[in-house]
């Protein structure tokens, strides 16, 4: 009875084990099957680097901050301290010290309840910090380790996993791996660490922001002691060698070192193209080398141009809320070699937010548009010297409402005849209008098209958009594509493909990306050599005088928006195209008072309330172009074989007669120069005329009422110079407050004829035929002062002549 008893216990407790190894077996079966496949490790992740054209680097890309180096650049101290403190038997064991767990498992025991303790081998702290979840410490996660740790052991050499450790494991503040902890903890690379160095290092894995010497400095020494110590009692070196490395006074990196990281836009910029083209994780884990076209000079030249713009403060700082930024103006400035489409200089904003106004910026350019109706032109004949009537015309008002004039001219000016480099020296918004209804709206949207502009609406190409000529588009245009566009003329008529990436490598130094920017002709050269000659006179005689760089050509254009809200310069050099944009981001007129609503004085105190225009765009452009440029080779632009030169009449635009008054030198196409001569200028003679009737002045007439006025002997014609003031009268009929009333001045220049126009209006009187009627010498004689015998009249007025 008792051996059977016996025999029952014995053969529960045999069953009991057979179950519990059963259980045990299964469950480390179904925790390894659980275990990630050691072949979906591809090697530690690491940081992708950019660089700048020059090599320098900007900055990383990465969830963990590290860049891998091979073991044979990491110093031999390092290597043995690593092993001395974490795993003596490294070069013994296959993955897993079998002991060392014993020993945890009774530690564990006694210690009931806190996390369980691991004799973790360097291999298995690797296989946990690359495929498992660092935050589950479980006896489940200690399992697999020890599998991978086992599979890590099968595949590869002890050399390769120690090179996988280094470069994998977390030392505290962000720094994964050896090198970036390196530059971290002493702004050195990991192959320049002494003994010392490399000890306080090895000491970080066991609490990397415990023994962080920036967090703890007397524990982290104290740590790499025991390293020190450790490494002494193994071997790896003498007492001697661990006394002076102990007395050795650690050199911290200042953590205030960190460098501001330049171009914040363009890094954020290249970025999205970086992701859409290899995706998130290759990107931020895959260790890529990012070459890219940033020059840091001129980079670092457009940030120090809007910091003395806002210092100088001729560009103010206004806070607003519900905007991208709180202060305001913004600015945006974009630098692209014409002949690479390379993009040297980005910025993208006052700030650092993450609205790049460099290329997300879509506003309405106003006068900056002018050149491409211009190049319209150009392209399909049209000449330099060709002559526009810049004179108000007439726009389409709702019945009932007073006549209006359309478009208006800067100060309501108008000149007459202007040829086309005169009209946009001036940007004449009459001219320009005028043009674009010779050219078409079509033909100049699908010139503009060509030029890379790409923000088109389908109601912009109504015929009767004329509002276009001055840049009033549906949507508007970015800094970019219009640096990319005005490119074109620099580059004889190519359209470059602006790029930022030159080259990408991945982690094993193959090319896996090298730009082609596309490139096609889109302008003939000698179109694109004059619209760029006649740019290069908004600079040097125009509204872009502030943009001139001594001793180098420049061309470019302004651009005002009505109401102030954007202000434009795009300009040239043969080397680099440079687009500056200044605006409010909720479109707002760019008009300040004295104060900010603070109290603070956004201009020097008495200097009065100011409008940011286009002039300050030009100025932020001129200061930032010539820092930019200074150490370029100076060079002028191309001038094709087939362009010439000839003197012409500016008012008709023909070849000059004897009695043209002044010329001036115009470039053609060879075979497109003017074959007539012009015959509207004729000899002259002076009148002397009642300006009260308007007729020849008599000896009755008052001293004061008699002016001279010079006409064409043949056919008549008044002669200015002249300035002829027009004025709409207020209708009684009508609210005044409802109706803007029609002002303006006509400057009528030197020799030119004077066109005869409506009083209230301005708009010229035109015959039959439509052609423009001039103001004629009167035959008779005045009658308000007094009837004079006509003998006498005439005696009088032959020797008022002379």
């Known amino acids: 009875m008792a051996k059977s008893k016996r025999q029952i216990i014995i053969a529960s407790i045999i069953l009991l084990f057979a179950l519990i190894f059963g259980i045990s077996i299964g469950a480390i079966t179904w925790i390894i099957q659980d275990t990630p496949d050691i072949s979906s490790y591809k090697g530690t992740n690491e940081a992708s680097m950019i660089y700048s054209a020059d090599g320098q680097l900007l900055t990383k890309l990465y969830r963990q901050n590290r860049t891998s180096v091979p073991l044979e650049q990491i110093p031999a101290d390092l290597k043995n301290a690593i092993i001395a403190v974490e795993d003596t038997n490294f070069y013994v064991h296959h993955g897993v010290d079998f002991w060392g767990i014993i020993r945890a498992v009774i530690t564990n025991i006694s210690n009931l309840g806190s996390r369980p303790q691991g004799a973790s081998t360097i291999t298995q702290q690797l296989a946990g910090n690359a495929l498992l979840n660092r935050q589950n410490v479980s006896y489940y996660r200690k399992i697999q380790e020890a599998y991978l740790a086992l599979q890590f052991e099968r595949h590869y050499t002890k050399p390769e996993i120690l090179e996988m450790y280094l470069n994998e494991i977390y030392l505290g503040h962000s720094a994964y791996g050896v090198e970036i902890a390196a530059q971290q903890y002493f702004n050195k690379h990991v192959w320049e660490l002494n003994l010392s160095e490399s000890a306080l290092i090895a000491g970080l894995p066991k609490s990397p922001n415990y023994y ?84 840091p000079i001129m980079q670092k030249a457009a940030e120090d141009a809007v910091t003395s713009a806002l210092k100088d403060k001729y560009i103010p700082s206004v806070e607003r809320e519900n905007t991208a930024d709180k202060l305001q103006p913004q600015m945006a400035i974009i630098s692209i070699d014409p002949t690479t489409g390379a993009i040297r200089a980005m910025l993208g904003g006052r700030g650092n937010d993450q609205f790049n106004r460099a290329v997300q910026a879509v506003r309405q350019p106003g006068s900056a548009f002018k050149p491409f109706v211009y190049t319209t032109a150009i392209k399909n004949g049209y000449t330099t010297s060709y002559v526009v009537n810049d004179m108000p015309m007439l726009a389409k008002s709702e019945k009932g409402k007073s006549l209006k004039i359309w478009p208006n001219n800067t100060a309501k000016e108008y000149r007459g005849y202007v040829s086309l480099r005169t009209a946009l020296n001036h940007s ?76 990408v490598l991945d982690k094993n130094d193959n090319v896996i990306y090298e730009a082609h920017p596309r490139k096609k002709i889109v302008l003939k050269e000698d179109t694109a050599y004059i619209m760029t000659n006649m740019l290069q006179s908004v600079v040097n005689n125009g509204t872009g005088w502030r943009a001139r760089i001594s001793g180098r050509a420049v061309a470019g254009k302004t651009g005002t928006t009505n109401g102030y809200s954007d202000a434009w310069f795009v300009g040239f050099t043969p080397n680099l195209v440079t687009s500056v944009w200044i605006g409010e981001d909720n479109v707002t007129p760019m008009e300040y008072n004295q104060k900010d609503e603070q109290g603070n004085y956004l201009f020097p105190e008495g200097s009065g309330g100011r409008i940011v225009s ?61 074959t007539e001569v012009e015959s509207l200028h004729q000899a002259t003679e002076k009148l002397s005329i009642d300006k009260e009737s308007g007729l020849l002045a008599t000896a009755n007439c008052p001293k004061e009422n008699i002016v001279e006025y010079e006409y064409f002997v043949d056919s008549g014609y008044r002669v200015g110079p002249a300035t002829i003031h027009f004025k709409q009268k207020a209708d009684k009929d009508k609210d005044p407050e409802d109706e803007e009333l029609i002002e303006g001045v006509y400057h009528v220049a030197a020799g030119e004829p004077v066109q005869k126009i409506d009083p209230e209006t301005g708009v010229p009187e035109r015959d039959e035929t439509g052609q423009v009627i001039y103001e004629t010498k009167p035959t008779q004689y005045c009658d308000l002062h007094g009837e004079t015998d006509n003998f006498i009249n005439s005696i009088w007025d032959f020797f008022n002549r002379f």
């Open 212 to 295: 962080s010497p920036f967090n703890n400095f007397d524990e982290a020494i104290r740590r790499r002691n025991i390293v020190l110590n450790r490494m002494q009692e193994v071997g790896y070196i003498t007492e001697k060698e661990a006394q002076e490395a102990k007395q050795y006074e650690v050199k911290l990196r200042s953590k205030e070192l960190k460098q501001e990281e330049l171009a914040p836009y363009f890094i954020r910029y290249i970025r999205d193209q970086l992701i859409d083209r290899f995706g998130a994780q290759l990107v931020y884990d895959g260790g890529l080398k990012v070459y890219t076209t940033l020059d």
């Open 428 to 503: 004449i918004n009459v001219a320009a209008v005028k043009l674009l209804q010779e050219v078409g709206v079509d033909n100049t949207i699908n010139t503009t098209k060509e030029m890379g502009i790409s923000t088109f609406e389908t109601a912009d190409g109504n015929k009767e958009h004329l509002s276009l000529a001055l840049g009033g588009l549906t949507k508007g245009v970015t800094p970019l594509e219009m640096a990319s566009a005005y490119g074109i003329f620099a580059n004889q008529g190519i359209l470059v493909e602006p790029i930022a990436v030159t080259k």
């Open 614 to 674: 286009s002039s300050e765009a030009v100025r932020l452009w001129g200061n930032y172009m010539r820092e930019a440029v200074k150490d370029m080779p100076v060079k002028d632009f191309k001038v094709p074989a087939n362009i010439t030169k000839a003197e012409v009449d500016p008012v008709t635009g023909l070849l000059p007669n004897e009695y043209t008054p002044r010329t001036v030198q115009e470039i053609f196409r060879k075979g497109n120069v003017p």
